[in-house]
């Protein structure tokens, strides 16, 4: 790792690492139930790496040669768009539990690691044995870190899924397919899978306008749950406060009014009649989620999937003793290594079938092309640029990148 990339820390899972069992990590990768674990390959411009470090120094785009037939039980996938996440970058500085694999790429010696753990493809070819998959058929990858910033890939036929049309027909958007197997699934399961909320009941969040918040607060509403949430401040709050409210938000505070006591009491009245909060979802951590641990009820629980402030999570002993307050941690990966196939597939109908009805829109977003006319120096700056700003906080928008195939 560069100088640089030790003093600019992880976003996410820093403080985790240190108590996550690794060996552990790898045994669940090879639990039979998850997928095939053959390495995709190939690649027309891909955006690489071959040590971690920080992304706007270690990365740059290459060109390799267009791909060839697949061979049995592979498909060509061309991708759509791919988003960077939060975890992208943590993964490339090499401060996440789980690594790509080295990859050599058609027409080169170099052994590299590809960018991007999700995106939207469309398949191209299919390979002799593969059954399922046709071309033209928008797939989402199911194994997890598939090297998506590239314009093509060919992957195992077991590594992708394909993803279905929407009631009455019709395909979901690109930016949708391109950010629905992690954003989307975290917040519908998070809200499902810990605490047995009904209509009315109140849901706390934190990191609100994150993609995972926005999703949060949209499949929140569609149950009729009711959402309070907190974000950062910032200049354009009332344009926020728009955007929130109208993805279905019902309350939206900033960190800084936890120091009110007229904000602390106006929030325990509108949630005292329900029983009190019993759901925080915790994509920040620091001292600004020890106060919002306190405006929750009895027999409450804090679910933590995120920690953007890079700071520890400290709770006082009496919310335990004297509220029975629980936490937990939610990790999608390990959802979807303990899943079969099936349920990965019936969570990702639901979600499309959200998408359908307009309950589950698209995350506030940018698309940056890569286009096919840049050499590679011109996209590696534009990609390093990127990652500069991303690196230097308060983005507000999922980036995603868009490739044009590249004549080689
Ligand atoms: N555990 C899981 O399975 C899982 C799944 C999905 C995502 N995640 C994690 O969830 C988090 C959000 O992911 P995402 O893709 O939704 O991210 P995103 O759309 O890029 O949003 C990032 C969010 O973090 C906030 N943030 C950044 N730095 C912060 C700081 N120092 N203090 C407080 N807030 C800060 C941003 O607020 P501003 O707008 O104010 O900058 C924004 O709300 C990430 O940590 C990601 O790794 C975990």
Known sequence: MTSMARRIPSQIFRSSLKTLNRAHIGSLYHNPRTFSTSLPRLANRAIVYTSTGNPSEVLSARTYPSLGPPPQGHVNVRLLCAPVNPSDVNVIEGVYPVRPSLESLVGSTESVFVGGNEGLGVVQRVGNGVDGLKEGDWVVFAKAQ?????????????????????????????????????????????????????????????????????????????????????????????????????????????????????????????????????????????????????????????????????????????????????????????????????????????????????????????????????????????VQGVMDRIEKGHYGKKILFKFDTVDS
């Open 146 to 382: 598939s090297g998506t910033w590239a314009s093509e890939r060919c992957v195992n036929g077991s590594d992708v899924v394909r993803i279905p049309d929407m009631e009455g027909g019709g395909r979901i958007g690109e930016v949708q397919g391109a950010t629905l197997t992690v954003n989307p699934p975290t917040a519908y399961n998070m809200l499902k899978e810990f605490v047995d909320l009904k209509a009315g009941d109140w849901v706390l969040q934190n990191g609100a306008n994150s993609a995972v918040g926005q999703a949060v607060i949209q499949i929140a509403a569609h149950r009729g749950l009711r959402t309070i949430n907190f974000v950062r401040d910032r200049d354009n709050m009332d344009e926020l406060r728009i955007q929130l409210h109208g993805l279905g938000a019902d309350q939206i505070f900033t960190y800084e009014s936890l120091h009110s006591k007229d904000t602390i009491s106006h929030i325990k009245s509108l949630t005292s009649s329900a029983g009190g909060i019993r759901l925080l979802l915790n994509c920040v951590s620091g001292s600004t989620t020890t106060s919002l641990a306190r405006l929750l009820g009895a027999n409450a629980t804090i679910v933590s999937y995120g920690a953007m402030s890079k700071q520890p999570l400290s709770l006082p002993t009496s919310l335990f003793i004297f509220k029975n307050l629980s936490c937990k941690g939610y990790w999608q990966q390990r959802w979807y290594m303990e899943r079969g196939r099936t349920e990965r597939e019936e969570l990702m109908r639901e979600l499309v079938g959200l998408i359908g009805l307009r309950k589950l829109r698209e995350p506030e977003h940018e698309i940056v092309r890569i286009g096919g006319g840049l050499s590679d120096g011109e996209a590696t700056q534009l």
